[in-house]
């Protein structure tokens, strides 16, 4: 049974940092990119960011390149998402799934789109 948990989320001022977490199970973790995924209130669910299965390639949305950074380690089955710079537009809730490949994630191709997490709420204010 395919198992994402998102945790780390919370509320942040405006140029703040966090750091995700995304355990992942259930899956032949290190055989798999994996993906950060964010919903905004009344939007859809959009890319953020991407990692190949060995961490060596990283894709990300424009609007987060050069403030967040994806990274994973294979022996936790754990991705991380680590956001500098934070502003408003980032508040959402923050998924993570699996992919074939970072490309697949950024169209949203999903390797368990029946299996999504709950999510982790980060809040950006000023």
């Known amino acids: 049974q395919v198992q994402l948990v998102e945790s780390g989320g919370g509320q942040a001022q405006v140029g703040g940092s966090l750091t995700l977490s995304c355990a992942a199970s259930?899956?032949?973790?290190?055989?798999?990119?994996m993906g950060w995924f964010r919903q905004a209130p009344r939007k859809e669910r959009e890319f953020v960011a991407a990692?190949?299965?060995?961490?060596?390639?990283?894709l990300y949305a424009d609007s987060v390149k050069g403030r967040f950074t994806i990274s994973r380690d294979n022996a936790k089955s754990t991705v991380y998402l680590f956001m500098n710079n934070l502003r408003p537009e980032d508040t959402g809730l923050y998924y993570c799934?699996?992919?074939?490949?970072?490309?697949?994630?950024?169209?949203?191709?999903?390797?368990?789109?029946?299996?999504w997490g709950q999510g982790t709420q980060v809040t950006v204010s000023s």
């Open positions: 259930g899956f032949t973790f290190d055989t798999f990119a």
């Open positions: 990692i190949t299965w060995a961490g060596g390639a990283t």
């Open positions: 799934n699996a992919g074939n490949t970072t490309g697949h994630l950024r169209r949203g191709a999903v390797q368990y789109s029946a299996s």
